[in-house]
């Protein structure tokens, strides 16, 4: 990886300006900011951005692969305060991995996932608490479940009670990712879509918080506010770039 060129007081200014367009967004929506926490976004950068970023007040880091978090974790040990989110896909082999290297995890997408998570986490560890990643938009090249289709959401009922019932998983709520467009109306509608599903959700089964919608990045996180995010995932607005 490429060596840093972003210093943790630059990290700061950016989280200061990030931090002002959320409590601008919260206001217009009549939310508040208190209510919103920032996940920012580490894949593809070095460990010592990771530091660089902690330096800068920033606590929770968000990364999408078990081997490439694992490595920053053990390099970041001092860091004891520092909290690690799973945002991307995770395959069955790197289940159990995950369940040693993540604090949270966004992306539950199918059952088998849930129960290898269930299974392999550490005896010691208190539930894990995971979202469950869902595609609001129908997109073929996204993961999650497929909830383009309120008619249809009643058929993955089921499956949800299942992952709800683990005893070593706790639901907090739903992530989603908005497609890739400038059509402010059509991101809009996904994250509107993933509020109703998150209401739906909890008439439904109410012995879950759904407390969490993991929605909205660095081009997309104001409207996502306005729609009822509690979790932004934000990288490029903090540290620019990443290296390719």
């Not at 945002?87 to 088998?112: C, L, M, P, Y």
């Not at 706790?170 to 908005?178: H, P």
Request: proline share 4%.
């Amino acid at each position: 990886m490429p060596a840093v060129a972003i210093s943790a007081e630059r990290i700061a200014e950016n989280l200061d300006q990030v931090q002002e367009r959320i409590e601008r967004s919260a206001q217009r929506s009549g939310r508040s900011s208190d209510s919103i926490s920032v996940v920012a976004v580490t894949k593809a950068w070095p460990a010592e951005l990771v530091r660089h970023a902690h330096q800068a007040g920033l606590r929770r880091f968000g990364e999408n692969r078990v081997a490439e978090a694992q490595a920053k974790r053990q390099l970041l040990a001092d860091l004891t305060d520092a909290i690690w989110d799973m945002v991307g896909h995770i395959q069955s082999r790197k289940a159990q991995s995950a369940t040693e290297v993540f604090d949270r995890i966004h992306s539950v997408d199918r059952w088998k996932i849930a129960r290898l998570l269930n299974q392999h986490l550490p005896q010691d560890r208190a539930p894990l608490p995971v979202l469950l990643e869902c595609n609001m938009s129908g997109e073929g090249s996204k993961y999650g479940y497929d909830m383009a289709e309120p008619n249809l959401w009643g058929q993955l009922l089921p499956e949800l009670e299942q992952i709800a019932a683990l005893d070593r998983l706790r639901v907090v709520g739903l992530m989603t990712m908005a497609p890739w467009t400038e059509n402010e109306a059509v991101i809009r509608s996904t994250f509107g879509q993933l509020r109703r599903l998150r209401d739906w959700l909890s008439e439904r089964m109410p012995q879950v918080e759904w407390r969490e919608l993991s929605m909205g990045m660095t081009d997309d996180f104001e409207i996502a506010i306005e729609e009822g995010a509690t979790i932004l995932r934000i990288g490029r607005a903090l540290f620019g770039d990443r290296p390719s």
